[in-house]
């Protein structure tokens, strides 16, 4: 059974920095291209960055120079490393394995001003 599970969420204040982590259990992971996601209140989900099975990384402009992407196939984890935070990062943050079409259940990033 795939599952993907996201943490690294929490409160940080304006211009402070997380990283998120999302493991894949069930699947292989070297095998599949990540996306993170998120998703705002009252907002559509959008989508965030994505790392290939090669390591090639792309970002939202909306995030371009502040977060960056990995992955660590020996441990079939994703990362999301989120610095410069602002107010308007605050979501709840989802990663997505591609080639499996599995999606975790999200963990929130809030960021206050």
């Known amino acids: 059974q795939v599952q993907l599970v996201e943490s690294g969420g929490g409160l940080v204040q304006a211009g402070g920095s997380l990283r998120l982590s999302c493991v894949l259990s069930g699947r292989i992971f070297s095998l599949t291209n990540m996306n993170w996601y998120r998703q705002a209140p009252g907002k559509q989900r959008e989508w965030v960055a994505t790392i290939t099975v090669g390591g090639g990384t792309s970002y939202a402009d909306s995030v371009k120079g502040r977060f960056t992407i990995s992955r660590d196939n020996a441990k079939n984890t994703t990362y999301l490393q989120m610095n410069s935070l602002k107010p308007e990062d605050t979501a709840v943050y989802y990663c997505?394995?591609?080639?499996?079409?599995?999606w975790g259940r999200g963990t929130q990033v809030t960021v206050s001003a």
């Open positions: 997505n394995a591609v080639l499996y079409g599995s």
